[in-house]
């Protein structure tokens, strides 16, 4: 077709942009593509199959019920990874521990990723969108020994490549591997991903924030005073601002990197460090949102400046337009707890 660009054919041109570029990171994100492209299929069948909806009878060590499709994305994901013979381990949040892949990969390949194989898996059952969320670092311990957790505790600032797939009214698939954010649609007449959103960038400023109020008596005082800054009347600043919240940060996180808009998951009673987990949700989405020129942040400092020390560690989480989540870290400052 005149002017489409596949994921497969931009895979390529990137790789011949970079000639340090051993093609590995390339056949690394096709792998991600492919299994996009199963989880796909089944999200897109749930409704009609009863034995991919509900809950698969176990809890992920999160404690949540594991919704079946969460399993199948994990395995999904998990298999492309291991069939190919540059990943030497995973994570998941489907995954107690980090996951060492076996044999002579298990020890030679050169990155790991990092997964929340189906983020917001409880709104399949209503059909809201959902998402898988994935990181990339390259090993720190020597190639040639199997992969230790240091490998996966990395900060985020060590991010080769990030993204995310959005299985919602259309699907697409948004990543960066550092040099800006591209976006593509998934065609299932042709079973490509086309470059619909190239170099994608976030709005310094928004007019939209996505937050749970029904935890508002537990936010923190300076939430709860930037919450009364974006409901207040001033024109000049588009303010009151509109409140806009799926419950599904991946598509939170992609409408306001396509509109403006502020993503916060702040500490509540039920969540005393935040909800969301530093590794694979926090800083694939914050490596995304400050290549296209956002900004994420706990709330004092950047995200990818945390040194992790758990694999499933949580963090309080402000993402999106970088004007916003600066006001939003000065009520934080100000109003400190
Ligand atoms: P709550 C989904 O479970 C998720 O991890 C994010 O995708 C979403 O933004 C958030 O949790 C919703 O959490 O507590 O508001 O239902």
Redesign the pocket.
């Known amino acids: 077709m005149a002017g489409m660009t596949t994921l497969g054919e931009f895979i390529v041109q990137q790789q011949h942009a970079f000639p340090h570029a051993t093609g590995e990171l390339s056949s690394l994100i096709s792998a991600i593509r492919l299994a996009a492209k199963i989880v796909n299929r089944e999200i897109n069948r749930a409704g009609l199959s009863p034995d991919i909806i509900g809950a698969a009878g176990q809890e992920n060590v999160q404690g949540e019920a594991q919704q079946k499709l969460d399993v199948f994305a994990n395995d999904k994901f998990k298999a492309a990874l291991e069939a190919r013979g540059e990943v030497c381990g995973i994570a998941s949040e489907e995954e107690d521990e980090y996951v060492a892949f076996s044999g002579e990969r298990g020890r030679n390949a050169k990155y790991v990723v990092l997964m929340d194989p189906l983020?917001?898996s409880?709104n399949i059952d209503v059909n809201v969108s959902v998402g898988t969320i994935f990181s990339i670092f390259r090993r720190i311990t020597p190639v040639g020994e199997p992969v230790s957790a240091a490998d996966f505790l990395q900060p985020g600032r060590n991010q080769v490549a990030a993204g995310y797939v959005i299985y919602g009214s259309s699907t697409m698939l948004v990543y960066t591997t550092g040099n800006g954010v591209n976006g593509f649609t998934y065609d299932p007449t042709l079973g490509v991903f086309a470059l619909s959103h190239p170099n994608l960038t976030m709005p310094k400023d928004g007019k939209m924030y996505s937050i749970?109020e029904g935890n508002y008596i537990k936010f923190p005082t300076g939430v709860k005073k930037y919450l009364k800054y974006c409901q207040e009347n001033d024109e000049a600043t588009s303010r009151p601002y509109t409140s806009r919240?799926i419950?599904?940060?991946?598509s939170?996180f992609h409408r306001n990197m396509l509109k403006g808009g502020i993503y916060m998951?702040p500490t509540t009673q039920s969540a005393p460090q935040g909800?969301?987990r530093l590794l694979y949700?926090c800083n694939p989405m914050a490596f995304i949102a400050e290549q296209a020129g956002g900004s994420a942040s706990d709330g004092y400092s950047r995200i990818m400046d945390i040194i992790p020390t758990e694999l499933h560690q949580r963090v309080p989480y402000f993402v999106g337009s970088s004007n916003m989540v600066a006001d939003a870290e000065r009520f934080m400052e100000e109003f400190k707890d």
């Open positions: 983020d917001g409880s749970n919240y419950g599904s940060l991946v939170d998951y909800k969301l949700e």
